[in-house]
């Protein structure tokens, strides 16, 4: 498959609507807001053919909000009857969820307005009112059709039916929405743009050490935003042929937020990412050290269709690997592909068309399997998802903000970029996608929107005031459509004594969870440098190490006061498991004067039960500390029950009560200075030493 880019210059364009041509009504305009559009389809007397699967130009189509206008033309998102040049007794039959009096009936024609001859109101009762009838078929400029019922305030109105006469109108007809209103104000319909998006919103070229006279499309920025992968294209430093893509990156040099950024001569990546094919990056995991790449690389050289990924080590980029997807060849005939990668590397977004497409290429995703395969693509859902094409998606690096171009949702052109947010930890409720508006969309296809972790800038592909072809270019993103700000947090892992790094597995989760549930993941190797993880900030989290030999160790990282990104260096160290050995326990904590266990501590206390059934002749020392505030002897006393009920947990997991041993110190071995809560939250706590292995 090949990344193709259809980029061109951005139109600045204002949508205003006229009032209808049926009979004349106030002047101040109802937005579709106060609309109710139909929610379900009784009857229909033809639909045009669209994709042998899906939903395309079914009388579907013209259930809720328009999904075309106020665009005009042509839309596999409107019904269309099946004969191109109409009949002269189409009709389409909708009910609506909520009935009501309706002294506004609407119906949007994205194509040869004025084709409506009849429209027909059931009330609660069923019984039929005839509304509107016409005495001559004329074109009109206005694509919506308005009707005021004089008796609407005899009858509720439950359905709708609207009789076209599409042979009147030659060419094709579409009804896009039909809605009903209490308002008598003439509805209009407007594109979903995100709030206080900026008029005088610039793009700048990334110059001529990333931009050439050939093709540069498909930007994919690294999550700490200073290694920019993009596709070249018409190149003669291209492997293979200058007409096959090739995979190239440049580094940030200079210039941060706010400056002109400065970015190295592009470098092509080389084999084995290059080859004679076709080749583009669509992804990288937090730590920027695995690649995914179109297509599946065979041993003798040739390419299928597929994902495949690729891991940075010392020696360069490994051999491509396949990413076994379940199922993910049952697909259309037409096997186009773009996808990203969640910046946790559990799932990825696929724009594929499937047998279950509603029409054209939809977005679906596909989950990580503990075996590293992945599951069926699911569908994102109607949300994102319409009956033209969804592609080029890119989620940010806070897991929930999706970037993806569309052609079915209104827009400017034939595919704008749209935002979208996950509303729960599923993958199937999504806020209703915006448009980003006309200073980055234009009347043509835009797309490969991409975002490091920071969130200040976008990178993209436009053809507009580029060198050559299609341009690598940067926007500054504006508040409404920015992701939720997240941590960059990374270091070494290394061994507590002799400070040397330890290859490793570094898991964060967040703080005081029950369930245990992994955020990140990732493996730290001391030849490629550090480990990094991404991570959303308001929230707090433990980072834990772990190694075969060594006690996992765990690290509290409060990030909930934070709103802005963060860039946080962090060292993780692991005590070896020997003899004299001492072990802070993070997250066996108390409240202040109480013993009994915060929420979390069992997490830790279960892997000393690991440790002690993984070594039988291992002993403990459990020691027991306090913060200064009150009394000495009560402080005492309430360090003993600290160490009592730790023990009590452990020998209630069936650890034998000789093997643990006990010591209260009270306040007086503090590690914090006990001026503020948070610091003597750090005294209150368990320390473990191995005395026998």
Known sequence: MRVWSILTHFLVLTVTLVCGAQPSAPQPKTSQSSVQWASRVVGVSSEKKGEPTGEQ????????????????????????PFYVDGTADEWIHVAFANPLRARQIVIAENVNPGSVVKVVVFDEKGAEHTVFQSTGIQAQTDPMTRIFPKDSAVFLCQQVKVFINGAALKGLNQIDAIGISEDTNPVTVGLNISKDTPKDLKKENLGKTVNSNGQEVAPVISPDGRTLYFTRNFNKANTGSPNRQDVWYSTLESGGSGSQPIWSEAVNIGSPINNAGDNAISGLTSDGRTAYLINVYKPDGGMTF????SIRTKAGWSQPVECKIANNYNLHEKNQLEFCVAPNGQAIILAVQRKDTRGDRDLYVSLLKPDQTWTEPVSLGGVINTADSES?????????????????????????????????????????????????????????????????????????????????????????????????????????????????????????????KEISKVEYNPETGEYKLILPTQKTYNLVASKDGYFPTTETLDLSKDKRFRDIKKNLYLVKIEPGQKIVMREVLFQQSQFELLPGANTE??????????YPNMELLIEGHTDNQGEWEPNMKLSEDRVRVVKEYLTGKGIVDTRIQTKAWGPSKPIASNETEEKRKQNRRVEFTILKL
């Open 57 to 80: 130009y079914r009388a579907s189509q013209a259930l809720g909000h328009p999904s075309k206008l106020p665009e005009m033309g042509e839309s596999p998102c409107a019904w269309a």
């Open 306 to 309: 597929g994902i495949s990924s």
């Open 392 to 516: 080029s998606p890119f989620l940010a690096a806070d897991g929930r903000t999706l970037y993806f171009t569309s052609a079915g949702h209104p827009g400017y052109g034939n595919g704008d970029i749209f935002v979208s947010r996950r509303l729960d930890e599923s993958w199937g409720n999504w806020s209703e996608p915006e448009n980003l508006g006309p200073s980055i969309n234009t009347d043509e296809w835009d797309g490969y929107f991409t975002i490091p972790a920071a969130g200040d800038f976008a990178y993209l592909s436009s053809r507009a005031g580029s060198v050559g072809e299609d341009d690598i270019f940067r926007l500054k993103l504006y508040p409404a459509i920015k992701p939720d700000p997240v941590a960059i947090v990374s270091g070494q892992v290394l061994d507590a004594k002799s400070k040397k790094p330890v290859a490793s597995e570094v898991v964060s989760g967040i703080f005081g969870d029950q369930s245990q």
């Open 605 to 614: 206390l279960d892997r000393v039960v690991s440790m002690l059934e993984k």
